[in-house]
């Protein structure tokens, strides 16, 4: 059972470049999320998507784009890598319903030197 | 809107000890309620979940009760292990207010010594 699948797992980049993270989920899920974990932060949530073709900002969007072109796949995009953007991320879906747990992918470590 | 307010890390306990950790919410709805756990170099996964008022959510040995009357969701187990090293977030979901999104405590770091 794949579950949720991250892409790359490691990266590290030069300021100014632009990268694209993969999140692939195997369980039929309509919502997706992306998240950066920072030390003493707790979660923040970039962006999300409630279903296939849509995208919304969550509390830390300025920075990255999405895109959810298909149902399975939610691809966050960095255009203009920054130090400050040095962070895991997880990427997390769920099914609609509120009484249902978001599922993680094992994060994806990102430096930007 | 929704927040959730956990118990202050680390906390750093003897094997055996018992466990609790702090979470009270608010949410204008009707909120389910989770516990996710992260081991070292993971992702979050589900702890234990309950749904409504009164229900006692349980897995591995630990508990967690929905008190709507104090708006508490407080983790416990009576006995820890080294291998419950971790952090623990708890987390509330209520799709009628937050539009498909959950809201999550700050996390609180375990850490259980032999």
């Not at chain 1, 490691?10 to 369980?27: E, I």
């Not at chain 1, 784009?65 to 130090?83: C, I």
């Not at chain 2, 993971?42 to 349980?58: P, Y």
């Amino acid at each position: 059972n794949a579950g949720v699948t991250q892409t790359p797992k490691f990266r590290v980049l030069k300021t100014g470049q632009s990268m694209t993270l993969l999140c692939a989920q195997d369980m039929n899920h309509e919502y997706m999320y992306w998240y950066r974990q920072d030390p003493g932060m707790g979660l923040r949530l970039i962006h999300y998507s409630v279903g296939e073709g849509t995208t919304a900002k969550g509390e830390v969007p300025d920075g990255y784009n999405v895109s959810r072109l298909k149902k399975q796949n939610f691809l966050l995009g960095l255009e203009s890598a920054a130090p400050s953007q040095t962070s895991v991320y997880f990427c997390a879906s769920s099914y609609y319903q509120a009484d249902q747990p978001q599922h993680f992918g094992d994060g994806t470590r990102l430096s930007i030197l | 809107g929704d927040s959730v307010t956990q118990m202050e890390g680390p906390v750093t306990l003897s094997e055996e000890a018992f466990l609790t950790i702090n979470c009270t919410y608010t949410a204008t709805g009707y909120p389910s309620l989770f516990w996710y756990v992260q081991y070292p170099g993971e992702g979050l996964q589900l702890l234990l979940k309950a749904t409504k008022a009164d229900d006692k959510g349980s897995n591995k040995g630990f508990e967690a009760t929905y008190r709507k009357e104090t708006t508490s969701f407080h983790l416990e187990k009576g006995s820890v292990q080294v291998s419950d090293s971790a952090v623990y977030f708890c987390a509330l979901s209520d799709r009628r207010t937050n539009a498909g999104k959950s809201t999550f405590g700050d996390g609180t770091t375990l850490t259980v010594k032999p």
